[in-house]
């Protein structure tokens, strides 16, 4: 494949890209308009979505500026919303993404690692809070170092603990699921 051909494909999937973005935010741009109460009558899991879906939509603006990446954002977030965010990434890597070694290489998500514990506990996740601020501990993972911990393989196995143990504990979805139905009014 020549580079004009490589070129246009990278942009047609931009293009792609960019307009499956517009219809999800078309499809969820319903919840904005919710009240509390009509919050309260959804489904679990669209209630997750819905809330998670305005927490970024009330965040992503910022002096005119619309932030591709609502981690650039964090600190602005009252406690409630950091402690969502940061809950739904975790177990999104955690169920999804291929576990703790994801979210240790992955710059989007390393920021999270000193506040992670505090925002588990939040939400009710003890267990899970215990467990990751135990791993943090005892081997010594830096924020800033927690990609190279990632990449040594002798590294691996304590990981693939880490995540064998996430498994065993409570679903961390319908924790934070409890943790809106009990805070509704700040969300």
Avoid: W
Avoid at 27 to 36: D, H, I, Q, T
């Amino acid at each position: 494949m020549g580079l004009i051909a490589k070129i246009k494909e990278l942009f047609s999937a931009e293009r792609y890209i960019q307009r499956a973005m517009e219809a999800m935010d078309k499809e969820y741009s319903r919840y904005a308009e919710l009240s509390g109460e009509e919050l309260l009558a959804l489904p679990d899991d669209e209630l997750l979505s819905a809330v998670l879906y305005r927490i970024n939509a009330r965040h992503r603006e910022s002096g005119g500026k619309t932030q591709p990446h609502l981690y650039e954002r964090f600190e602005d977030m009252p406690p409630h919303e950091q402690a969502l965010y940061a809950v739904s990434e975790l177990d999104a890597v955690m169920q999804e993404d291929g576990g703790l070694g994801i979210f240790l290489l992955d710059r989007d998500y390393r920021f999270l690692i000193p506040h992670l514990s505090e925002c588990l506990r939040e939400v009710g996740a003890g267990a899970h809070a215990a467990l990751f601020a135990d791993f943090v501990r005892d081997n010594r993972v830096d924020p800033v170092r927690a990609r190279a911990f990632a990449q040594n393989p002798d590294n691996d196995r304590v990981m693939a603990d880490f995540n064998r143990a996430y498994a065993g504990l409570p679903s961390l979805e319908a924790i934070a699921v409890a943790y809106i139905r009990r805070n509704i009014d700040r969300l």
